[in-house]
């Protein structure tokens, strides 16, 4: 019954700046921390950074470039990503994850659960 769904994606213009939602159920935040991935065709699946939910914590990827922002809304059991002045190269599937407290957070192979990605293409 563990459930993390993405959404807010789409097609949107080069210096947009969306705030993609995942929406967690199904198993004890407490106990994890909640990471962002993105993949664009034909490239490997890339970190971009993630939250301890307990304290909010947080660890972002060298590559973000200042340009991606992690928070939780503990109410709403649902973790973001604000990602700010998209670039075409941007252009991907992007996902949300849980890996258990403890592991190798920036670690793909380390995540249990994976939402089904939501799509955002970015247009010159």
């Known amino acids: 019954q563990v459930q993390l769904v993405e959404s807010g994606g789409g097609l949107v213009q080069a210096g947009g700046s969306p705030r993609l939602p995942c929406a967690a159920s199904g198993l004890p935040l407490s106990m994890y921390c909640m990471g962002w991935f993105r993949q664009a065709p034909g490239k490997e699946r890339e970190f971009l950074g993630s939250?301890?939910?307990?304290?909010?914590?947080?660890y972002d990827a060298d590559s973000a470039k200042g340009r991606f922002t992690i928070s939780r809304d503990n109410a709403k059991n649902t973790v973001y990503l604000q990602m700010n002045s998209l670039k075409p190269e941007d252009t991907a599937v992007y996902y949300c994850?849980?890996?258990?407290?403890?592991?190798?957070?920036?670690?793909?192979?380390?995540?249990?659960?994976w939402g089904q990605g939501t799509q955002v293409t970015v247009s010159s």
């Open positions: 994850a849980a890996a258990p407290v403890g592991s190798t957070w920036y670690a793909g192979s380390d995540y249990d659960y």
């Open positions: 939250i301890w939910w307990s304290y909010g914590n947080t």
